[in-house]
């Protein structure tokens, strides 16, 4: 039983996120190396267990809120299923994690880790509760991720592809926040959401999503190989950010990850999309 309920505090799902470290070598074109592979997979398992240490935080913080929310509430902490005793363990032992990992990859990429535990962290107990300011933390931990995978490589990010990220980042947070205000009482759920307004959050829906779709296309057309591959890729990724806009404005938004990897259209144009772009780097 304990087991199951550490596995929810841990949130492995949403791990999916830490995928980043591998995107700027992938765009790069060195996954041939065997090595570097190895290295990048030691560095998702560090983000993994980093990334899980600050949602056992969150969920610990904000186990009142949580309670009063109809998914959330079944969440362990706010269920009460387990206490602070799990709390310490769940976090030693990702420290642990953490630690044992760390003698594997290079020391200046903890630096990276550590950021991100900082900027995590300081979320969770403080900046979550200050609008605008909160989404733009959220969007800075995906960036710093992609850093890291480029620092690890030593392959330089270019300003479009962290554009990309970032603000591809805050199109889907807007969007999980307009579900939030839609679906839940907001002064009950998350505090900051009651300083909201639909209509703000519909503005930055769409200017993020416009200069998410520039960046990419800028960077298909300069930093890529320049192939009618990259090109046409541009037009996929165009087509699964309105199909995914479209879906969470008919369905609720919550969870990302949900609507990502559950609708059946946006699975097969990220399929496309992967094929077009290795094609395009790597043929």
């Not at 980043?20 to 983000?47: C, H, K, M």
């Not at 199109?171 to 300083?195: C, D, M, P, Y």
Request: charged fraction near 15%; include cysteine; hydrophobic fraction near 50%.
């Amino acid at each position: 039983m304990y087991l199951r309920m550490y596995l929810r505090c841990i949130r492995p799902q949403q791990w999916t996120k830490n995928l980043l470290v591998f995107a700027a070598p992938f765009t790069a074109g060195t996954f041939s190396n065997f090595d570097e592979i190895r290295q990048l997979f030691y560095l998702f398992l560090i983000f993994c267990a980093a990334s899980s240490t600050n949602y056992v935080l969150n969920d610990w913080i904000d186990r009142e809120f949580d309670s009063k929310h109809s998914q959330k509430m079944h969440r362990p902490f706010a269920a009460e299923k387990i206490g602070s005793r799990s709390l310490v363990s769940l976090l030693l032992a990702l420290f642990c994690i953490q630690i044992l990992f760390s003698f594997l990859i290079p020391l200046e990429l903890l630096w990276w880790v550590l950021t991100y535990l900082v900027i995590s962290i300081s979320y969770s107990t403080y900046f979550k509760q200050i609008a605008v300011v909160e989404m733009f933390f959220i969007a800075i931990g995906f960036i710093l991720r992609a850093l890291a995978g480029a620092s690890a490589i030593n392959v330089e990010a270019s300003s479009w592809f962290l554009i990309v990220i970032g603000f591809g980042a805050l199109f889907l947070v807007a969007n999980k926040r307009l579900a939030e205000i839609s679906h839940q009482n907001s002064t009950l759920t998350r505090g900051v959401i009651s300083q909201y307004s639909n209509s703000f959050l519909k503005i930055i829906v769409g200017c993020s999503m416009t200069v998410c779709l520039m960046g990419y296309t800028l960077w298909a057309f300069q930093y890529s190989s320049g192939s009618q591959f990259s090109r046409l890729s541009v037009m996929v990724f165009a087509l699964a950010l309105m199909r995914y806009l479209w879906l969470s404005d008919r369905v609720n938004a919550e969870k990302p990850e949900v609507i990502l990897f559950t609708d059946k259209v946006l699975v097969c144009l990220g399929t496309v999309f992967i094929t077009l772009i290795s094609t395009a780097i790597y043929v």
